[in-house]
């Protein structure tokens, strides 16, 4: 285990679980499901089972420092890697890479989003000690791929090859976000499957492919070896970091290297990106509806999600048909679910006409 290493991505405002994700405090902070722990403690929770605590990494934007060693004292600052801007994921991941090398150069690595809920949790254990053992023995770059239960349109796909090895297939192609129509082959054809934004790897072969495919941002950091896991590496990442291009893991590498593989797993898996997911899961009345951890009267109403941030607030709703209710602080919002993707706009407009208060 001492090799093994998590690196857990918490820095995202999560703007469309607007008006309860906002920037002061993002989704992975929140707790949902009234259990006591946000989604960023239940994700250290998790990991902690099969990584060393002292392994365990969270990469986020600066301004929630605090929040994160609020919320996870267990940690210490130097497993609490600050982004000075906003660079996406493979900035984030490229930065938790040199770090870590410097720490341990024979370490295998799990990056994870800090918003996912696992339900089947001895699975997801054994699926990632799965990929360790893979990694640590071959030249490649693992994704966690899902088998879909529907033609979802807020995910992206990954197609299987006919190679494999062992348990892991060879990765054909990756799909962002297709169109309802296109999400409904790939269901049937059984070759695609959800990109979870679960990958493992080892640090050699991630920094490898860093230099391979994004030179711009392995050139930045090259800049600081020989800083990394010293006290210098802040004002190196200060100066630096924002000179990285905004790239996603996905476009900047895993569609463009030719070692990608995919182990297909079951571990009863959600990404927590929209209202809508939080529907898909949460428990309903007989008529459809997910009332999270709120009271609420509801009469001719059927699929809808209704969430009051003030406990002791009393909904009563009549006459809605699959709307999403949320309120928090000082925005209610009451939308369609189905043009929930809607809402990053929404909390655009309302600090354009209204102000940063809203955001």
């Not at 053992?133 to 490649?140: E, I, T």
């Not at 892991?168 to 059984?190: D, R």
């Not at 802040?234 to 905004?246: M, T």
């Not at 928090?328 to 909390?347: A, H, P, T």
Request: glycine share 6%.
């Amino acid at each position: 285990m001492e090799n093994n290493y998590c690196v857990i991505m918490g820095g995202g405002i999560g703007s469309r679980f607007w008006p309860f994700s906002r920037e002061n405090k993002p989704k992975q902070f929140l707790d949902f499901f009234g259990v006591g722990r946000s989604l960023l403690q239940m994700t250290v929770d998790r990991f902690a089972k099969i990584v060393p605590m002292k392994n365990i990494y969270v990469v986020t934007n600066e301004r929630y420092a605090d929040l994160v060693k609020e919320q996870l004292p267990q940690l210490l600052d130097e497993q609490i890697l600050l982004e000075p801007a906003r660079r996406n994921t493979a900035p984030c991941i490229a930065y938790a890479a040199y770090h870590i090398k410097a720490c341990n150069p024979k370490a295998n690595i799990v990056v994870a989003p800090s918003d996912h809920l696992i339900l089947k949790e001895e699975e997801f254990l054994a699926a990632i000690q799965k990929g360790f053992d893979f990694v640590s023995r071959h030249n490649a770059l693992v994704t966690l791929g899902i088998k879909p239960s529907r033609p979802e349109t807020g995910y992206g796909y990954i197609q299987s090859s006919e190679t494999m090895i062992g348990d892991f297939t060879k990765v054909k192609t990756f799909t962002e976000k297709p169109n309802l129509e296109l999400a409904k082959v790939f269901m049937e054809s059984g070759e695609f499957f959800w990109n979870s934004g679960l990958f493992l790897w080892n640090v050699d072969t991630i920094l490898n492919a860093i230099r391979s495919h994004l030179p711009d941002i392995s050139a930045r950091f090259d800049m600081g070896m020989g800083i990394f896991n010293t006290p210098a590496e802040d004002a190196f990442i200060q100066e630096h970091f924002a000179y990285c291009p905004s790239i996603s893991i996905d476009y900047g590498i895993m569609e463009k290297a030719d070692n990608v593989y995919m182990q297909c797993v079951d571990f009863g898996w959600a990404d927590l990106g929209t209202w809508g997911s939080i529907f898909d899961i949460a428990p309903r009345d007989e008529a459809d509806n997910a009332v999270l951890k709120t009271r609420a009267l509801l009469y001719e109403s059927e699929s809808n999600i209704i969430a009051l941030e003030n406990t002791d607030r009393l909904a009563v709703i009549q006459g809605l048909k699959e709307y999403i209710v949320a309120e928090s602080g000082n925005v209610l919002l009451i939308c369609k679910k189905d043009e929930e993707q809607r809402i990053k706009q929404y909390m655009a407009d309302a600090q354009i006409k209204y102000g940063q208060e809203f955001s």
